[in-house]
T-cell receptor, first 111, second 115 residues
Framework: SQQGEEDPQALSIQEGENATMNCSYK?????LQWYRQNSGRGLVHLIL?????REKHSGRLRVTLDTSKKSSSLLITASRAADTASYFC???????????FGQGTTLQVKP | DGGITQSPKYLFRKEGQNVTLSCEQN?????MYWYRQDPGQGLRLIYY???????QKGDIAEGYSVSREKKESFPLTVTSAQKNPTAFYLC??????????????FGAGSRLTVL
């Protein structure tokens, strides 16, 4: 079962532009996380936002969470070619320990 | 350096053979996980373990088996019963938080190809 669904599936932008990815989920959550995956590598944790938070920043990353709409967005500002990767949202349904990942958004940043 | 080590990085298997993927962590994390990733897809949970000598099935456990005899180790066996085992396998670990704020640390992955 997929708890999170990302949109769009693929995104191609020019260096310097902003990139926005969206994630929708189905059940109540305590927090939502975003991860990044470079091609053929493991995932790296980017940011966690708790259910009582609406917005969180980390460097060039801005994450928002709307629990009423069961959705989150990840904004990468002033993108760089090195930001080219796949980005996944992940949630833990209820109070279970297991983390469920969405299908991911593949971002290509052209130099 | 603390982290998760997966081996082998690449593995080829003939149909009908069992193979075991290794996952070792030195982060002193309680919880460990195995995910499967198919090309262009997200991650699907195979098994997870929150404590030594205990583990739970994820969404796609059929054809796989695990053990958790030591805190540091969580090997995954892909059995001959797994009908389509060719995939990228990712191991992860986390501090087990009762409120579910489990931030995962991932290994570099093992790519299994069935010939």
């Amino acid at each position: 079962s997929q708890q999170g669904e990302e949109d769009p599936q693929a995104l191609s932008i020019q260096e310097g532009e902003n990139a926005t990815m969206n994630c929708s989920y189905k059940t109540s959550i305590n927090n939502l996380q975003w991860y990044r995956q470079n091609s053929g590598r493991g995932l790296v944790h980017l940011i966690l936002i708790r259910s009582n938070e609406r917005e969180k920043h980390s460097g060039r990353l801005r994450v928002t969470l709307d629990t009423s709409k069961k959705s989150s967005s990840l904004l990468i500002t002033a993108s760089r070619a090195a930001d080219t990767a796949s980005y996944f949202c992940a949630t833990a349904p209820g109070n279970t320990g297991k983390l469920i990942f969405g299908q991911g958004t593949t971002l290509q940043v052209k130099p | 350096d603390g982290g998760i080590t997966q081996s082998p990085k690449y593995l080829f298997r003939k149909e009908g053979q069992n193979v075991t993927l290794s996952c070792e962590q030195n982060l002193n994390h309680d919880a460990m996980y195995w995910y499967r990733q198919d090309p262009g897809q997200g991650l699907r949970l195979i098994y997870y373990s929150q404590i030594v000598n205990d583990f739970q099935k994820g969404d796609i456990a059929e054809g796989y088996s695990v053990s958790r005899e030591k805190k540091e180790s969580f090997p995954l066996t892909v059995t001959s019963a797994q009908k389509n085992p060719t995939a990228f396998y990712l191991c992860a670990s986390s501090i087990d938080s009762p409120r579910g704020a489990n931030v995962l640390t991932f290994g570099a992955g093992s790519r299994l190809t069935v010939l």
